[in-house]
């Protein structure tokens, strides 16, 4: 069986009949004065799925997460959890937690405190605290920082922390506002797969709040891309960045080239294009479309599934001369900018494989850009 990218693991309770959703967002708007943050809303999550919530800012995801935490009350419709409504429940009364970007430490304790206060909150015994706080600081990997104050910790140290702090007590649901928006990019990349392996371990459901595309796609096993209050696309880090429902999800996840043309012909599961820079395109019909003669429709291909080359391909379609325009090596692969005859630039990528390179491409060359027809995906919109 074919899949969409490699898959991080086989969890995907989603695609199991019988599975019931452990949060449900239902028809949920949430309105501050005559704007409109969350609009009709809905929205399944289920226990032990890490979940992201991605989108530029102002397009309601905090907003969402607030509400689930108890910290906003709905406009209209309900949330449940664990087939439990929350409407009129308190936040400390919730089996929830929220990890803030900011941390929220208390400076004047140290960090075996800081990760004890919630279980003294909660009425927990002096010995039952002290084991959950050495568990939770081995946990992250702080054993030997337990009497330090936060302000002799390290950012990345600080992070860890309040992650332990939120866990200690062992709620439901754990929810992150851009928990790792403070760290320095090495940092942020080495955190994502601890926050990974610390959900797996310690079998909680997490729900992320983010705007960074590469930290959704790292971390998630499912991901609901949010614009103006609104679930446009939710589906696993493979199923957006490859299949995409508009160009506004193309181009929001990662690089998109979205090549404009118009239908000549729909047939044996392939459709042929007239793009507007002249050349014939024929690519895979999504599952389940319908597509007319004459109609307009964009073929979105990422950076990488196009290929660069001096020599001009065998095939008549799929095919389109430029000029490179720009460039950009990076080391582990080199951006090349191409400039069509109809003035359109290009984003191509391509590994670099090899430490030398015969005759390399450089600025001003003439080159030819290819892609197989299921390169990429068809998008009316």
Same mark, same amino acid.
């Given at each position: 069986?074919?899949?969409?990218?490699?898959?991080?693991?086989? $969890?995907?309770?989603?695609?199991?009949?019988?599975?019931?959703?452990?949060?449900?967002?239902?028809?949920?708007?949430?309105?501050?004065?005559?704007?409109?943050?969350?609009?009709?809303?809905?929205?399944? /999550?289920?226990?032990?799925?890490?979940?992201?919530?991605?989108?530029?800012?102002?397009?309601?995801?905090?907003?969402?997460?607030? @509400?689930?935490?108890?910290?906003?009350?709905?406009?209209?419709?309900?949330? =449940?959890?664990?087939?439990? %409504?929350?409407?009129?429940?308190?936040? !400390?009364?919730?089996?929830?937690?929220? &990890? $803030?970007?900011?941390?929220?430490? =208390?400076?004047?304790?140290?960090?075996?405190?800081?990760?004890?206060?919630?279980?003294?909150?909660?009425? &927990?015994?002096?010995?039952?605290?002290?084991?959950?706080?050495?568990? @939770?600081?081995?946990?992250?990997?702080?054993?030997?920082?337990?009497?330090?104050?936060? !302000?002799?910790? %390290?950012?990345?140290?600080?992070?860890?922390? *309040?992650?332990?702090?939120?866990?200690?007590?062992?709620?439901?649901?754990?929810?992150?506002?851009?928990?790792?928006?403070?760290?320095?990019?090495?940092?942020?990349?080495?955190?994502? $797969?601890?926050?990974?392996?610390? +959900?797996?371990?310690?079998?909680?459901?997490?729900?992320?709040?983010? !705007?960074?595309?590469?930290?959704? @796609?790292?971390? %998630?096993?499912?991901?609901?891309?949010?614009?103006?209050?609104?679930?446009?696309?939710?589906?696993?880090?493979?199923?957006?960045?490859?299949?995409?429902?508009?160009?506004?999800? *193309?181009?929001? /996840?990662? #690089?998109?080239?979205? $090549?404009?043309?118009?239908?000549?012909?729909?047939?044996?599961?392939?459709? %042929?294009?007239?793009?507007?820079?002249?050349?014939? &395109? +024929?690519?895979?019909?999504?599952?389940?479309?319908?597509? #007319?003669?004459?109609?307009?429709?964009?073929?979105?291909?990422?950076?990488?599934?196009?290929?660069?080359?001096?020599?001009?391909?065998?095939?008549?379609?799929?095919?389109?001369?430029?000029?490179?325009?720009?460039?950009?090596?990076?080391?582990? @692969?080199?951006?090349? !900018?191409?400039?069509?005859?109809?003035?359109?630039?290009?984003?191509?990528?391509?590994?670099?494989?090899?430490?030398?390179?015969?005759?390399?491409?450089? /600025?001003?060359?003439?080159?030819?850009?290819?892609?197989?027809?299921?390169?990429?995906?068809?998008?009316?919109?």
């Amino acid at each position: 069986m074919k899949s969409l990218g490699s898959i991080r693991r086989s $969890f995907a309770p989603w695609q199991e009949a019988d599975s019931k959703p452990y949060i449900s967002f239902k028809n949920v708007t949430k309105k501050f004065g005559d704007f409109v943050a969350v609009d009709n809303l809905n929205l399944d /999550i289920y226990e032990r799925e890490f979940y992201s919530l991605l989108g530029p800012s102002g397009c309601g995801k905090t907003t969402l997460l607030r @509400m689930l935490a108890g910290f906003e009350q709905p406009t209209a419709g309900d949330i =449940f959890l664990d087939g439990v %409504s929350l409407k009129g429940v308190p936040p !400390h009364k919730r089996p929830v937690n929220m &990890m $803030f970007q900011s941390y929220a430490l =208390f400076p004047h304790m140290n960090v075996a405190d800081n990760v004890a206060f919630g279980l003294k909150q909660a009425g &927990m015994s002096k010995s039952e605290i002290g084991q959950r706080v050495d568990a @939770m600081l081995k946990l992250v990997k702080l054993e030997e920082f337990e009497r330090r104050k936060p !302000h002799q910790l %390290s950012g990345g140290q600080r992070q860890r922390v *309040a992650l332990a702090r939120s866990v200690a007590t062992r709620p439901k649901l754990l929810l992150l506002d851009e928990p790792l928006g403070a760290l320095d990019k090495k940092l942020r990349e080495e955190t994502q $797969f601890e926050l990974m392996d610390l +959900q797996q371990e310690l079998g909680l459901t997490f729900m992320i709040v983010t !705007h960074d595309q590469e930290e959704a @796609m790292t971390m %998630s096993d499912r991901i609901a891309v949010m614009d103006r209050g609104m679930v446009v696309q939710t589906g696993t880090p493979a199923e957006i960045y490859e299949a995409p429902n508009t160009r506004y999800v *193309a181009e929001f /996840i990662g #690089s998109i080239n979205a $090549f404009e043309g118009l239908v000549t012909k729909s047939a044996d599961g392939k459709i %042929s294009l007239k793009g507007t820079d002249g050349f014939a &395109m +024929q690519v895979d019909a999504p599952p389940g479309s319908s597509y #007319s003669k004459d109609q307009q429709a964009w073929f979105a291909v990422r950076p990488e599934k196009l290929k660069v080359s001096r020599k001009k391909p065998a095939t008549k379609i799929n095919a389109v001369r430029g000029e490179i325009w720009d460039l950009g090596y990076l080391g582990d @692969m080199t951006i090349f !900018h191409v400039k069509l005859p109809s003035s359109l630039v290009v984003r191509a990528s391509m590994l670099n494989a090899q430490r030398t390179v015969e005759d390399p491409i450089s /600025i001003d060359d003439d080159v030819w850009l290819s892609f197989a027809s299921d390169a990429g995906v068809l998008l009316e919109r």
